[in-house]
């Protein structure tokens, strides 16, 4: 047999986790207006002014501007808040995160000279976007299940039955690591959210299916700049500088998705007393199953 496990239990699924996207690039490369107070303020002005724990990040020849050694530390937090709706069903969630936006020193060192007064360094952290976000919802009255959705997508892969389960035909044949089918693929079909009907793989959503469903999501991480920074300047007149910077991204995404199915098109393995052999059939049923996805992105 295919399956061992019975129908009406509760099944997690995890839902695959796709490549890289367009949306990933286009998160991952927007920056916020996040630094010192005094750079928030005005709006990111100081980029061609200098003289800016943030600004620095900006324009390296802006260190040039010193004239005495600074440290300084800026607090930050974000209060964000979303609602979810679907139908008559409204869900608020907010989400409150503290953290440390923007440090550094900058040493400043005197020369006593005309033509060259100071020469400073410097290093600085800053925090160019955050990832923190929540938000969750429930659907009182589904249109159609996700079970037909995985069910579409095994079929239109092409993949053949033999490719999704582990199959005494094949000894040691593992679907996860010897066949090419994707692994939702394989979880579904191996979890009763997917079943064979007719050969042909379909969902638990049919004529008369009712149901409802709920999602919650979280997010979390951010982008990190730090950058080490020298310069200084000529005659109080040519500002230079020179910097090596390095940004550090993280971000986490978690995500929960259930359907509870009434009336659904469910599979059950039963024992036939006349032969003892086990069979499998569509029955209509209450199908119950959830999907948990987590994926991690970082990179320097």
């Given at each position: ?14 839902i ?54 600074d ?7 974000d ?23 923007n ?21 600085t ?66 979890s009763y959210?997917?079943?064979v ?6 969902g ?97």
């Amino acid at each position: 047999m295919k399956k061992k496990i019975l129908a009406y239990s509760l099944l997690l699924l995890p839902i695959s986790v796709m490549a890289q996207s367009a949306f990933d690039i286009y998160q991952f490369s927007q920056r916020e207006m996040r630094g010192t107070a005094r750079y928030m303020s005005m709006a990111g002005a100081f980029g061609a002014l200098g003289g800016d724990l943030s600004a620095i990040n900006l324009n390296p020849g802006g260190i040039g501007i010193y004239r005495s050694s600074d440290v300084g530390i800026t607090f930050d937090f974000d209060l964000g808040s979303t609602t979810a709706e679907s139908g008559s069903s409204s869900v608020a969630t907010d989400r409150f995160k503290f953290y440390c936006n923007n440090a550094g020193y900058v040493g400043a060192m005197r020369l006593d000279s005309d033509i060259m007064p100071n020469i400073n360094w410097g290093f600085t952290y800053n925090r160019a976007a955050s990832f923190n976000r929540h938000y969750r919802g429930t659907i009182n009255n589904l249109s159609g299940s996700f079970s037909n959705y995985m069910a579409g997508v095994t079929a239109g892969s092409g993949v053949s039955l033999d490719d999704l389960t582990y199959n005494s035909y094949y000894k040691g044949f593992n679907p996860y690591l010897d066949g090419s089918a994707g692994w939702m693929d394989i979880l579904a079909y191996n979890s009763y959210v997917t079943n064979v009907v007719d050969n042909s793989i379909q969902g638990l959503w049919g004529d008369g299916t009712k149901g409802t469903a709920a999602f919650e999501t979280f997010e979390s991480g951010g982008i990190d700049d730090f950058t080490f920074n020298f310069g200084g300047n000529v005659a109080n007149t040519l500002y230079w500088g020179m910097s090596l910077g390095i940004s550090s991204i993280e971000h986490n995404l978690d995500t929960y998705y259930d359907e509870n199915l009434q009336n659904a098109y469910v599979s059950v393995t039963y024992n036939d007393p006349t032969d003892g052999n086990d069979y499998e059939e569509i029955r209509r049923g209450v199908a119950d199953y959830g999907g948990h996805n987590y994926s991690r992105t970082t990179g320097t």
